[in-house]
């Protein structure tokens, strides 16, 4: 379908180029405009499709949660995270 809207656009464009009446003319700019971005985003698609991954693909949350289960059972228990920075020392540069 994407190759049938650019054929529309060089139409368009055609039209808009070899003829002498304004109604024409603007006729064949609309086709053009509208044509040419249906193209853009058809292409956008098309390639957007190529890389995606399929939905059967994709993990359900159970199954995600699973594995997050599993994957802390085998590193086994983690260290308390320290949140709280020591304070800084006084800096010798300043006056006292």
């Not at 044509?35 to 939905?55: E, H, K, L, N, Y």
Request: glycine share 8%.
């Amino acid at each position: 379908m994407r190759f049938v809207w650019l054929l529309l656009l060089f139409g368009g464009v055609a039209l808009a180029i070899f003829t002498n009446s304004p109604l024409l003319l603007g006729l064949g700019l609309l086709v053009a405009l509208i044509s040419g971005f249906c193209a853009v985003f058809a292409f956008a698609a098309a390639r957007i499709d190529s890389t995606a991954r399929p939905d059967s693909a994709l993990l359900t949350p159970e199954v995600l949660a699973a594995v997050r289960a599993r994957a802390t059972q085998q590193r086994g228990p983690q260290p308390p995270v320290q949140t709280a920075r020591p304070p800084l020392p006084p800096r010798s540069d300043q006056h006292g």
